[in-house]
């Protein structure tokens, strides 16, 4: 019954590597976002998709690519791992835009070796 | 530009103690205004909500009033208790928008 669900949960890899973290919802909401936290717990959003629709775009690398195939999934791609890429990534949903409360999934920790 | 300000961490409290967490905010528009909770090892969950000004949100005991006067949102809560150790999060979303902007997070301790 897990609302936003993630996975996998933990990511452990070596730098170079390529990526896949999954997200789903099943709220039946149509936005969804990807954020990055880091060890600091300061939160940054990546991306932001409103009906399979890209919305945000913030300042990210472009080795780190969204696709969502559908309203209910947003998958986040990252290729050429860094070190600098290590922290935990949030994937979160909204019913829609104008300030509607996020719903954020457990998270999933990446760590690049 | 819109942006949230958190009063820094951590903070250590003995339980039953009175909590304040400060937010203030800086908005174009007419936000809504949030407090999230993240527990170790969890994703961020809401808190508790307010849409417009003079708006109490609550919830667990915490509370938190939205005033467009000061544009504070400080988080307020009588006794708190050791399962409230936790990373809390202001934020605001504007409403001609779907972009949140979260504080930096306040680590709350709670000791026996």
């Known amino acids: 019954d897990t609302a936003v669900s993630q996975t996998p949960k933990y990511l452990v890899t070596q730098m170079g590597n390529d990526k896949s973290i999954k997200c789903e919802q099943n709220?039946?909401?149509?936005?969804m976002y990807w954020y990055k936290q880091d060890s600091k717990k300061f939160l940054k959003i990546m991306f932001s998709y409103n009906n399979k629709e890209l919305i945000i775009n913030e300042t990210v690398p472009n080795r780190f690519s969204p696709k969502s195939p559908d309203k209910a999934h947003l998958n986040l791609h990252i290729n050429s791992l860094e070190l600098g890429d290590s922290a935990v990534y949030f994937c979160?949903?909204?019913?829609?835009?104008?300030?509607?409360?996020?719903?954020f999934g457990p998270g999933t920790r990446l760590l690049v070796l | 530009g819109n942006s949230v300000t958190q009063m820094e961490g951590p903070v250590t409290l003995s339980e039953e103690a009175f909590l304040t967490i400060n937010c203030t905010y800086t908005a174009t528009g007419y936000p809504s205004l949030f407090w999230y909770v993240q527990y170790p090892g969890e994703g961020l969950q809401l808190l508790l909500k307010?849409?417009?000004?003079?708006d109490k949100g609550s919830n667990k005991g915490f509370e938190a009033t939205y005033r467009k006067e000061t544009t504070s949102f400080h988080l307020e809560k009588g006794s708190v208790q050791v399962s409230d150790s936790a990373v809390y999060f202001c934020?605001?979303?504007?409403?001609?928008?779907?972009?949140?902007?979260f504080g930096t997070g306040t680590s709350l301790t709670v000791i026996p």
């Open positions: 934020a605001l979303s504007e409403n001609t928008g779907n972009q949140f902007y």
């Open positions: 709220l039946g909401h149509d936005t």
């Open positions: 979160a949903s909204s019913r829609g835009l104008d300030g509607e409360t996020q719903y």
């Open positions: 307010a849409t417009k000004a003079d």
